[in-house]
């Protein structure tokens, strides 16, 4: 299993609505991904973006990041994303009161 972090910039003075806004419509997209486990939105402060994401491997997050979902980005908020992937090796989550290890996947490492 792995973390995939995506990083960028929302749009200057964009409000949390906004960005909610914008989000919403790719959850459809992302719903239908067979191969994503889950995707957290994210924002930050200073317009900082993104999400996180669980996927069984490397290759099915590049799959589900490509060239043409860069091009999305970019042309939606304006930013390049920045990629960077990491070993999930285990996730505590108390809602399901329960502790989960996964066995190496991949070392981490940053996307080109």
Same mark, same amino acid.
């Given at each position: 299993?792995?973390? @995939?972090?995506?990083?960028?910039?929302?749009?200057?003075? !964009?409000?949390?609505?906004?960005?909610? @806004?914008?989000?919403?419509?790719?959850?459809?997209? !992302?719903?239908?991904?067979?191969?994503?486990?889950?995707?957290?939105?994210? /924002?930050g402060?200073?317009? &900082?973006g993104?999400?996180?994401?669980?996927?069984?491997?490397?290759?099915?997050?590049?799959?589900?990041?490509?060239?043409? !979902?860069?091009?999305?980005? @970019?042309?939606?908020?304006?930013?390049?994303?920045?990629?960077?992937?990491?070993?999930?090796?285990?996730?505590?989550?108390?809602? /399901?009161?329960?502790?989960?290890?996964?066995?190496?996947?991949? /070392? /981490? @490492? &940053? &996307?080109?």
């Amino acid at each position: 299993m792995i973390v @995939e972090y995506v990083q960028f910039k929302y749009p200057a003075g !964009w409000t949390r609505e906004q960005i909610l @806004e914008d989000a919403r419509p790719t959850a459809v997209k !992302w719903r239908a991904n067979k191969e994503l486990i889950r995707k957290h939105y994210i /924002a930050g402060e200073n317009g &900082a973006g993104g999400a996180f994401y669980i996927w069984p491997s490397k290759e099915a997050a590049q799959r589900g990041h490509d060239a043409a !979902w860069r091009a999305n980005i @970019e042309k939606r908020t304006g930013s390049t994303p920045v990629i960077t992937y990491f070993d999930l090796m285990m996730i505590v989550d108390n809602e /399901a009161g329960t502790t989960t290890e996964f066995p190496p996947t991949v /070392a /981490a @490492e &940053a &996307a080109e």
